[in-house]
């Protein structure tokens, strides 16, 4: 079953504009990370955070992480056309192994230029 | 370093055929894992592995084997291909001791008629 949902579904913005989506999921966890993947590629990691912080920044990346509402946002500042992707967010359970991820259905985002 | 390797990238399959789907990592990880992609959907894990002869099963692992003799390979085994494992399979790796972000492949793209 899918931990995470993603938030749009789909998200079109212009080059330069910034871009948020949003992750909620159900169950506690130890840690949650967000993947993008280009169109028929495998993914690659961007960013963990775990279940005690809050917020953590990676260059133009912006995660959220709030435990008692169950949810994450990502925030790409100054979208650009190469961040063309479908962005996934993956929760690790509690009590579970930190290497057992489950993935939402993703957000496709589109940047034109 | 090669980074995560899957071969083929391409197979189409008869229902009740078999076939094993390679998988090797030259980073030493301790971990990996194999998932599946369907249209529209999040990934779903399979099998994983916390180490050379230790497997374990994922959420979708009906249909599938694996076996980890050594740290850098995990092949995934489909006993008898039905048209329900038509999906793309990617393959992740981990280098574990506390650090759980994921390396994925480029995956395979699996047809069974």
């Known amino acids: 079953s899918q931990q995470g949902e993603e938030d749009p579904q789909a998200l079109s913005i212009q080059e330069g504009e910034n871009a948020t989506m949003n992750c909620s999921y159900k169950t506690s966890i130890n840690n949650l990370q967000w993947y993008r993947q280009n169109s028929g590629r495998g993914l690659v990691h961007l960013i963990l955070?775990?279940?005690?912080?809050r917020e953590k920044h990676s260059g133009r990346l912006r995660v959220t992480l709030d435990t008692s509402k169950k949810s994450s946002s990502l925030l790409i500042t100054a979208s650009r056309a190469a961040d063309t992707a479908s962005y996934f967010c993956a929760t690790a359970n509690s009590g579970g192994s930190n290497y057992k991820l489950t993935f939402g259905k993703g957000t496709l985002l589109t940047v034109n230029p | 370093n090669a980074g995560v390797t899957q071969t083929p990238k391409f197979q189409v399959l008869k229902t009740g055929q078999s076939m094993t789907l390679q998988c090797a990592q030259d980073m030493n990880h301790e971990y990996m894992s194999w998932y599946r992609q369907d249209p529209g959907m999040g990934l779903r894990l399979i099998h994983y592995s916390v180490g050379a002869g230790i497997t374990d099963q994922g959420e979708v692992p009906n249909g599938y084997n694996v076996s980890r003799s050594t740290t850098e390979d995990f092949p995934l085994r489909l006993l008898s291909a039905a048209p329900s494992q038509t999906s793309v399979y990617f393959c992740?790796?981990?280098?574990?001791?506390?650090?759980?972000?994921?390396?994925f492949g480029p995956g395979t793209r699996l047809t069974v008629t």
């Open positions: 955070i775990r279940s005690n912080e």
């Open positions: 992740a790796s981990g280098r574990g001791q506390g650090s759980y972000e994921q390396y």
